[in-house]
């Protein structure tokens, strides 16, 4: 069976600060991975995805992830945070046509 | 590209009344989804058609939830009759493929 599992249900950083939300996954295959986020009464932006190929992927916004097979791991950082930032996130596995996605992570930039 | 369209943004039902919200995908899409997001977790997939044929209903709760997607295009999801659990936020996506999927801004639905 398919999980997603984001460690740390909120993370609060300061303004120009590291950005680093989890995603771990377990899965009997290799599969595609996504990154969202969501706004306040607003559904769900695609920011990245990996399917194949380059493990380091760049997406909107500044921010890249990196899909690490031996840690299944698919971390979503940005270098400095932005106001505009704070958001939910969620990380999903898409695995045989199927779509699977973690509880979701509230991140707060504090100015 | 005009994206997802769902309708209603908000509804207020009280318990045991029927309610149904539609979902126009993105053009030349599809793949159909329908999604239900209770406060505080992720998306849980309901429904997923493939043109106007049910791929994956397994946690569509049958007995009260029903879902179509007439001619592969709109979709209506109904719900009859509602509970106080089914208060949430009911997201409808689409996709050419597998990789990616486009949200609409979701129905949020309040039981009483």
């Known amino acids: 069976a398919q999980s997603v599992t984001q460690l740390g249900s909120h993370v609060s ?3 120009g600060a590291l950005v680093l ?5 377990s899965s009997s295959v290799p599969p595609y991975l996504f990154w969202y986020v969501q706004y306040p009464n607003q559904g769900l932006q695609l920011l990245l995805k990996y399917t194949t190929g380059a493990t380091l992927v760049k997406g909107i916004n500044g921010f890249e992830a990196e899909f690490k097979k031996s840690e299944t791991s698919f971390h979503l950082t940005k270098p400095s945070a ?3 930032d704070a958001a939910e996130y969620f990380c999903a596995v898409s695995v045989t046509n199927q779509f699977y996605f973690g509880t979701g992570t509230s991140l707060t930039v504090i100015p | 590209e005009a994206g997802v369209a769902q309708s209603p943004r908000y509804k207020i039902i009280e318990k045991r009344q029927s309610v149904a919200f539609w979902c126009n995908p993105i053009s030349g899409h599809a793949t159909l989804y329908w999604y239900q997001q209770i406060l505080g977790q992720g998306p849980k997939l309901l429904i ?6 049910v791929v994956d ?3 569509l709760p049958k007995d009260r939830f029903s879902a179509e997607r007439l001619k592969g295009v709109d979709s209506t999801l109904k719900i009859q009759p509602a509970k106080l659990e089914d208060s949430a936020v009911y997201l409808c996506a689409s996709s050419t493929d597998t990789y990616e999927q486009y949200f609409g801004p979701g ?6």
């Open chain 1, 13 to 15: 950083v300061s303004e």
């Open chain 1, 82 to 84: 932005h106001m505009s």
């Open chain 2, 48 to 53: 997923q058609f493939q043109n106007n044929g």
């Open chain 2, 107 to 112: 129905t949020r639905l309040t039981v009483t």
């Open chain 1, 21 to 25: 939300l989890r995603c771990n996954y």
């Open chain 2, 57 to 59: 209903d397994s946690q």
